[in-house]
């Protein structure tokens, strides 16, 4: 009992003075699945300061990765695009993947890139840290990369408004509030009369679980200590239920003559081309050594367009390592995944025509900070990102590439 009374106050502490959850638990997740399942890019989350009822965006790129693990569910069965917050902070508007609407789920295809829009209604103030989510069916949410978003102003301004077929401004906030009020109401009272009615009754909990076991101990029936009222009780409840059931169905019909179900086919998308690139990237060897945190990698790059490309990123489970010879990038706030400094290139340049060799150091706290090292204890060990290349005249090029990696402990 003590025990008993120990855990009930543990519950009780924990719901009354509970403590928000501000993260989502990315690292959560297996390192394997953030890195070889969505690979988001270019997502931009703005403006980072709005008013209530001020309209936000989320854009970028997710690339599907080729690389997805054959034990996970993927993409070509079913998929919907999502905001993930740490609740209904804001309200999703409108949403969509290379402007198609998303406003129901769609399949996409492995080894493709997207691009997808989502369009929100900040709801109610406070420090939100805000992600772009695909949800795939049997596999759960693969999360993107966020940023810390602050809402100020008044939840009393905010105002969600539709119109109807009919010509009606419905506030979707306050639709029908007084009647949902009213249908909750009218069932805890039916269970609070039958709490009430089984808690007169005795023996009650533990007593009349030992009347129970002791009736079949002797040889009698269990159901001996349920009296005929409490069966008439039983059936009367039954039957009020069903008529209360369908008084509130005739009453919708008449009220409400015309609806609209929801919605629960699955938007078509059309089918994508395999990706094209000048670029013909191979990795032919991948260490991960422990002491240091550094991932190395070489590459076979041939070069087939007119310009030169220099390896400016490497992207991986939504960490951004930036090669500071080619560009500068610095973290937007603590939690942005960028390690301005991480990625240094050996060999560097590809000109056009020509195949060379290249050796990349992938090099950050990140790795073990995002626990991307358990990716090691995997029986596959693959690992998966994006490289990307730019050229002098503002050419890029997007490449997927994956491959087996050995751990080095020296």
């Known amino acids: 009992m003590r ?31 953030r890195m070889r399942t969505i690979n988001w890019y270019d997502v931009n989350i703005s403006p980072a300061r709005v008013e209530v009822g001020e309209i936000m965006t989320i854009t970028g790129r997710m690339c599907t990765s080729k690389f997805w693990p054959d034990h996970l569910p993927s993409v070509i069965g079913r998929v919907f695009l999502n905001v993930g917050t740490s609740g209904p902070n804001f ?19 492995v080894g493709r890139d997207y691009e997808f829009g989502l369009t929100l209604k900040a709801r109610r103030p406070g420090r939100f840290h805000v992600h772009p ?17 602050e809402v100020n102003g008044d939840e009393a301004d905010f105002e969600n408004t539709v119109e109807t077929m009919f010509g009606n401004t419905v506030h979707l906030e306050t639709f029908n509030l007084p009647i949902i009020y009213s249908w909750h109401t009218l069932w805890f009272v039916m269970g609070a009369a039958w709490l009430a009615y089984w808690f007169r009754q005795r023996p009650l909990l533990i007593p009349r679980m030992r009347a129970v076991r ?27 239920t069903l008529l209360l059931v369908l008084a509130g169905y005739q009453w919708a019909q008449w009220k ?16 994508k081309t395999p990706p094209q690139s000048v670029l013909q990237v191979a990795m032919s060897n991948a260490t991960y050594r422990i002491p240091g945190r550094s991932f190395e990698m070489d590459l076979e790059i041939t070069n087939n367009g007119t310009s030169a490309y220099y390896l400016g990123e490497f992207l991986l489970a939504n960490i951004r390592f930036i090669n500071p010879s080619q560009k500068i990038l610095a973290p937007q706030d603590s939690h942005d995944l960028i390690a301005s400094n991480g990625l240094r290139v050996e060999n560097d340049g590809i000109l056009p025509g020509t195949t060379k060799s290249i050796k990349v150091f992938a090099e950050d706290a990140l790795w073990e900070t995002q626990r991307l090292t358990e990716m090691l204890n995997d029986p596959d060990s693959v690992i998966a990102g994006l490289l990307f290349f730019e050229a002098a005249d503002g050419a890029r090029e997007v490449i997927e590439i994956g491959g087996n990696i050995l751990p080095v402990f020296q």
């Open 3 to 33: 025990l008993l009374a120990h855990l009930l106050f543990m519950l009780i502490v924990a719901n009354v003075i509970g403590v928000p959850a501000f993260a989502h638990g990315e690292r959560a997740q297996q390192a394997n699945v």
């Open 91 to 109: 309200v999703r508007l409108a949403s969509h993947i290379d402007e198609v609407s998303m406003i129901q789920s769609t399949s996409l295809e």
């Open 133 to 149: 989510v695909l949800s795939v069916l049997d596999a759960g949410a693969m999360v993107g990369p966020g940023i810390w978003v």
């Open 214 to 240: 002791d009736a079949q101990q002797t040889g009698g029936e269990a159901d001996d200590i349920i009296t005929a009222r409490d069966r008439k009780v039983a059936i009367g409840f039954v039957i009020v």
């Open 256 to 271: 409400y003559p015309i609806t609209t179900p929801l919605r629960t086919s699955k938007v078509e998308m059309p089918k």
